[in-house]
């Protein structure tokens, strides 16, 4: 994947507001968000209802996808422009939830919904209407996705790359200070893990940097390319961004998202946690 | 300790004892600006969090003890960055003018 092959720029966006297959789909961690306001033609997806099972922890199956995105009026061959509040972190999430479920062409707005505002472009809050479709999904692509035994197996191993903030990642905080801190997980991160906070992907206005600053990023962080790579965050949605710069803008080979990060491993009984702004051992 | 001050935002159903809160207004001209984006960087001046502005301008963050700043972004305005000290157990209110 390449830039030009994942990435379009709010002057695409604008310029292909009544191309019927082009699907605007809008993703926010605030999920009334596109109810106040949203670009013309977009549809909402509520990352809490839509694509997550409302009884066990985890995605919703293939068929389930299959009948959100038949409902919503989504075409296998459609393309597919996601874009969301937190500087994409919910969008970028949504991508690679497509991509998991095999979305051929799926691109993200660069800069998200932040961009779109501070350049005072057009938002709306009429309802479009897309007529239903027969969508068929593919069986999850495993490739991108990373469990919890992997990733303990990957401590010393692998590239880990936590995207947390740098005082989450000490354990100084326990969520994105946006958010109240009493959680129940241990505070710390993985041994071993690099802190690459997925904000030093992102210019100020939320769009990502270039090519070269990224692989700067990336290499001065000590991240070797020749090895898998798996991303983590909190609850999987920041180091999907990560997931985005690495796989699809930098063309890394094998990069996972652990979209059970530190919610799941911080509760984990008997694996290792270090505190503290260094790495820490094996 | 525990009351924002007149106009800012309730803090019903905040443990704020738990809580080192930071939170205001972002306004122009006294207006309230319902559309900036608020960024909060570390000591460091790395980022930690944003949130966009409510309809009436407010914003608020959950931060630790210490040294922050709120930057401000916001439509045909040129960011503002302002520093607060949070401490667990208190409330920093701080209004921003773009």
């Known amino acids: 994947m390449t830039r030009e092959n994942s990435l379009v720029t709010a002057q695409w966006v604008e310029e292909h507001l009544a191309d019927p297959k082009v699907v605007l789909i809008e993703v926010d961690e605030d999920t009334t968000a596109y109810d106040k306001g949203h670009i013309r033609g977009a549809i909402k997806l509520d990352w809490t209802t839509d694509l997550q099972d409302q009884v066990r922890r985890d995605f919703v199956d293939k068929q389930q996808f299959e009948a959100l995105l038949s409902e919503r009026g989504v075409a296998n061959d459609d393309t597919v422009v996601l874009y969301g509040g937190n500087n994409n972190w919910f969008a970028a999430y949504a991508y690679w939830y497509f991509k998991l479920y095999g979305h051929q062409d799926v691109k993200l707005l660069d800069g998200g919904r932040k961009k779109w505002e501070l350049d005072s472009r057009e938002l709306t809050d009429e309802l479009p209407s897309r007529a239903g479709t027969s969508y068929t999904a593919q069986e999850q692509d495993r490739s991108i996705r990373a469990f919890r035994d992997e990733t303990v197996e990957a401590i010393g191993v692998k590239n880990l790359v936590d995207v947390r903030s740098p005082d989450e990642y000490a354990g100084r905080l326990l969520a994105p200070a946006h958010l109240p801190q009493e959680q129940a997980q241990r505070a710390g991160h993985v041994p071993t893990s690099i802190n690459v906070p997925w904000s030093k992907a992102a210019n100020d206005d939320g769009t990502f940097k270039s090519d070269d600053e990224l692989k700067a990023l990336y290499g001065e962080a000590g991240l070797d390319d020749s090895k898998e790579t798996i991303a983590l965050c909190r609850i999987g949605e920041r180091s999907s961004h990560t997931w985005f710069v690495l796989k699809e803008l930098l063309g890394h080979q094998s990069v996972k998202n652990y979209d059970g990060s530190w919610t799941e491993y911080g509760s984990l009984v008997g694996v290792p946690v270090a505190v503290g702004d260094e790495p820490g051992e094996a | ?98």
């Open chain 2, 1 to 98: 300790m525990c009351g924002a001050t007149e106009g800012g935002l309730s803090l019903d159903g905040i443990d704020v004892k738990k809580e080192a809160i930071v939170q205001g207004r972002v306004e122009r001209a006294g207006d309230p600006v319902g559309n900036a984006y608020v960024r909060l960087l570390d000591r460091t001046g790395e980022f930690t969090a944003e949130v966009p502005t409510s309809a009436s301008g407010h914003f608020r963050f959950f931060a630790g003890d210490g040294e922050w700043t709120l930057r401000t972004l916001a439509p045909k305005a040129d960011p503002v960055d302002k520093k607060v000290i949070a401490s667990v157990g208190s409330v920093a209110e701080v209004v921003v003018s773009i």
